[in-house]
């Protein structure tokens, strides 16, 4: 899964002697090995090659449980390891490798990979924040930090049946969201999310645009708030749609019919900014033309709970699309009074 200790040493395999260069470093290992083998069986020694495997058990481990993980981690400069949650479960995939393993939990913190012998452990600060991971592989315990988060958000994360990625610009402090997903209505969303978890009363403030002309009218980029990252979440999202739909879509509960009241202001092929307040249980959106004045709409009788997931999203509206989006001015803060 990650045998990247020695390849890391010799770059990208970019040409026929490289590539028979680590060939022959390969073999020059498995030899050396095959021969200290033999000697261990000489002497009654069992080689750790030749030890089973120790047998492991996966428990659940619900989203929420899962989801600080999320992340990318150093294991050294240029290499790194990126923890993602998909459909509920947790995968991790090197930077030099194309294919993500699913890691199984068999604890709070420690997990382990089925298709090969290896394990992580996650690890906290004193904090309680995740600060980084220990990767236990051919009998190396290897360190990774984890990186920064993503400006003001925790991580990104393919809700459904979407693909999708961010690139947080620090100089301009912009994120560029791409993703793909059949649609975020009816009893189930398919998006990329990049989001972090907050509680009680907030402010989610940013400037979006779409980019290129795409594909879907119905696309869609804006602001989201849900208490999972289960395609079936209830939710209250702020949606930009690409035809210039500014509307407050909301799910009341896990697996219901979303419902939408729909803006009297319409946005098409404009960099609008996108308000969605939460205050005392009940949701505000303001949106507006950047420059002109905000058109604010009320929605009550949504029960989220406390601790929520706020975040960016992009839908293309067609599963086989990948539509982008671009945000700035990206603030969540403190909701302010209102009369």
């Not at 990252?229 to 949606?239: I, K, N, Q």
């Not at 009940?282 to 905000?294: C, I, K, N, P």
């Not at 293309?316 to 909701?335: L, P, Q």
């Amino acid at each position: 899964m990650f045998n990247v200790s020695r390849r890391q040493r010799v770059g990208k395999l970019e040409s026929a002697k490289l590539a028979s260069t680590l060939l022959a470093f390969e073999t020059d290992l498995a030899e050396h090995y095959s021969q200290i083998s033999s000697y261990m069986r000489l002497l009654g020694m069992v080689p750790p090659s030749a030890l089973p495997p120790r047998a492991r058990v996966a428990i659940e481990l619900p989203a929420a449980a899962l989801s600080p993980y999320v992340g990318v981690y150093e294991l050294t400069p240029g290499l790194e390891l990126d923890v993602t949650l998909q459909n509920g479960a947790l995968y991790i995939r090197s930077s030099i490798s194309s294919a993500a393993v699913q890691l199984w939990p068999e604890s709070n913190a420690d997990f382990f990979a089925k298709v090969v012998d290896a394990q992580v452990t996650f690890v906290r600060d004193a904090r309680g924040a995740v600060s980084g991971l220990v990767l236990r592989q051919y009998g190396r315990d290897r360190p990774a930090q984890k990186q920064r988060p993503l400006g003001v958000f925790a991580a990104d994360t393919d809700v459904g049946r979407a693909r999708g990625s961010v690139a947080y610009d620090r100089e301009e402090q912009t994120y560029l969201v791409a993703g793909s997903g059949e649609n975020m209505w009816d009893v189930r969303d398919d998006f990329h999310f990049v989001w972090k978890r907050v509680s009680g009363n907030f402010l989610l403030s940013t400037r979006a645009r779409f980019i290129g002309a795409g594909v879907e009218e119905h696309r869609k980029i804006g602001w989201t708030i849900r208490p999972s990252l289960d395609p079936g979440s209830a939710h209250v999202t702020a949606a930009l749609h690409g035809n210039g739909l500014m509307s407050l879509q909301f799910r009341r509960q896990a697996g219901a019919i979303t419902e939408e009241e729909k803006s009297a202001d319409s946005l098409p092929d404009v960099e609008a900014i996108i308000q969605l307040e939460r205050r005392d249980g009940e949701y505000f959106m303001s949106v507006a033309r950047a420059g002109d004045t905000l058109v604010t709409q009320r929605l009550a009788g949504v029960s989220l709970p406390d601790t929520v997931y706020v975040g960016l999203f992009v839908c293309s509206h067609n599963a086989t699309v990948t539509e982008r989006a671009i945000f700035s001015k990206v603030r969540i803060g403190t909701a302010p009074k209102r009369n």
